[in-house]
């Protein structure tokens, strides 16, 4: 009993009063009470009534609340179960003379950790109330520790989701980047695949030819066809592709759009999508007529990157508006203008010449061979 009673009065000693945030006394104590509280050492605030009690507790927090019978049975009654319903509540001892069992009962139902009876010996009344200050404050800093942690636990799931918001984004980034990519290492092989098909073709119209068979590869059934200028500045028909047009007026359709489209497109610096009616018409004007109900796309072909180079050659690329050459083909068309143009370019300067011949220029009768393929003479 020694030793309990030593710890229990050492560890009050040892919280109060500069560890604890104090004893809230309510009711005249008697002076065994006084007497035991100042043995603890504890920091007590004194009050006469409930009231007061209120005051105390609404100004500041007590680990212990002490309440006497004293103060009359409907007063201490109502003050304990008020006290222990509080956030975050302090533990409440209910304390009187000569005691009875239906005051202890009451005193329990209420919320109340112990009912002590101040006439008990000194030894015993200091150990309980040492022991009952103790487990308040062990209580009060757990409690503080409960709220430190939460607090550490909220800010750990904040970090946690911005981190997950950064790896989502920064996923979402190395996608975007890997797709691009992927793309752009994708053009780059196809790009060394027409390069190689082309580079050695110094012949015209052998050139002509391999861009046109390479295209109606790439994009499948397609009336094309390629206008060259000629010495007189003015374009002329080099190649086409027939695809779905009548035969005997094909080469005639393809003259008259000698005159109509490269005029219009050889100073344009990307690839021309007339992908609807109101696109042709503000395009071509009054001509639209020669490509009625078709979707095309015309390609300036330059003799190098910038845009000031001489156009060398426009392609027209057409068929009909129900299956229009979709948007997703636009860089394959793009890397073939360029690369037909600079390799235009190179053959102009093997032969010596700034512009083709007149036979780049002149167009005789188209070839009838089942290919489809129309070469100018």
Request: proline share 5%; charged share 30%; aromatic share 6%.
């Amino acid at each position: 009993m020694t030793r309990r009673r030593t710890t229990a009065a050492e560890r009050a000693r040892r919280q109060s009063p500069e560890d604890g945030a104090g004893v809230l006394v309510v009711g005249g104590p008697s002076r065994p009470l006084e007497d035991q509280l100042r043995e603890i050492r504890a920091a007590c605030v004194f009050v006469d009534s409930g009231t007061a009690a209120r005051e105390k507790l609404d100004e500041r927090y007590f680990d212990c609340v002490i309440v006497s019978t004293s103060i009359g049975a409907r007063q201490w009654t109502g003050l304990v179960a008020e006290v222990c319903g509080r956030d975050p509540a302090p533990a409440v001892l209910v304390v009187g003379e000569q005691p009875i069992v239906d005051d202890a009962v009451e005193a329990m139902r209420s919320g109340a950790k112990d009912y002590i009876d101040t006439e008990i010996p000194a030894p015993e009344l200091a150990d309980r109330l040492g022991d009952a200050v103790a487990r308040a404050a062990d209580d009060r800093h757990k409690t503080e520790r409960i709220n430190q942690l939460r607090s550490a636990c909220q800010e750990l799931e904040d970090a946690r989701s911005e981190l997950a918001c950064q790896v989502t984004d920064l996923c979402g980034e190395l996608v975007g980047a890997y797709n691009e990519m992927s793309e752009q290492l994708s053009m780059a092989t196809t790009t060394c695949e027409f390069v190689s098909l082309i580079r050695r073709e110094l012949d015209i119209e052998e050139l002509l030819r391999s861009v046109l068979e390479y295209l109606l590869a790439k994009l499948g059934p397609t009336n094309a066809a390629v206008f060259l200028p000629g010495q007189s500045g003015d374009f002329t028909l080099g190649a086409y592709v027939n695809y779905d047009g009548p035969r005997e007026s094909a080469e005639i359709v393809f003259e008259q759009l000698a005159d109509v489209i490269p005029s219009r497109f050889e100073d344009a610096s990307e690839v021309c999508v007339l992908d609807s009616l109101e696109a042709m018409e503000a395009a071509l004007g009054d001509e639209a007529h020669w490509l009625e109900q078709q979707s095309a796309v015309v390609l300036p072909c330059r003799g190098g990157e910038k845009n000031d180079e001489e156009c060398l050659a426009v392609c027209l690329l057409f068929r009909s508006d129900r299956t229009p050459i979709e948007a997703e083909q636009t860089p394959l068309l793009r890397m073939v203008a360029e690369q037909f143009g600079r390799q235009l370019a190179r053959v102009v300067k093997v032969h010596h010449r700034q512009l083709p011949d007149d036979h780049w220029g002149r167009s005789g009768e188209p070839d009838n061979g089942a290919d489809g393929f129309g070469m100018a003479a």
